[in-house]
Structure formats: C-alpha cells, structure tokens
C-alpha cells in the first residue's frame, strides 16, 4: 500500500497549486481519500473528503468554496485544486486512504504561500 504526494510548492497569496496523491497496492476505487494538513506548532487537521461510495465531497470550512477535491478511480489518484491561496494555508498537506478502521498515509508535500 503507498500513497505519493506531489505537486507543492511555494506561491504567492492568490495564487493556485494542485496537488494529486498517486495510490497503489489496494483497490482505489473501494476507499474514501482525504486530505489533511499540519502547519508548524499545530495538528493535523482534515481539509476534504470524497467518498468511495455516492461521491461524496466535505470540506473544512477554512477551504470551503477555495478548494475541491476530484479523485480519478482509472488513475488511481486523488486530487485538491487549491485557489485563492492564503498565507494560512501554509502546511505539509497529507492524503489519506480509508475504509472502515483501516487507513493509511502519504509521506507530504509541502505548500509554502507567501509573497
């Protein structure tokens, strides 16, 4: 089982990242993917889901109506397009495959929003 974050960076208040989680070893398309984040000196926490049934999205009200997570069941991977990025949004972003009580984690990639 892997998940491989990638797409971070460093960009400008305003600016636009996506980022995509490629996923193997399990039936992707079986599995709820999330996506958290974790600034310095703070925890992880949730920023958005899509669920493996009836393609349910949620999002933290801290992204709502910025952010939009997209998943690709052919490609295995999992997407969140960032807009109107903040300096808050500062973070190690993290995606996470779940079903039931079994999850499991990518290594990170690093947003980095500043001027």
């Known amino acids: 089982v892997q998940l491989v974050e990638s797409g971070g960076g460093l960009v400008q208040p305003g600016g636009s990242l996506r980022l995509s989680c490629a996923a193997s070893?399990?039936?992707?398309?079986?599995?709820?993917m999330s996506w958290f984040r974790q600034a310095p000196g703070k925890e992880r926490e949730f920023v958005a889901t899509?669920?493996?049934?009836?393609?349910?999205?949620n999002y933290a009200n801290s992204v709502k109506g910025r952010f939009t997570i997209s998943r690709d069941n052919v490609k295995n991977t999992v997407y969140l397009q960032m807009n109107s990025l903040k300096p808050e949004d500062t973070a190690v972003y993290y995606c996470k495959g779940s079903r039931g009580s079994y999850e499991f984690w990518g290594q990170g990639t690093q947003v980095t929003v500043s001027s």
């Open positions: 070893g399990f039936t992707f398309s079986r599995y709820t």
């Open positions: 899509y669920t493996s049934s009836g393609g349910i999205t």
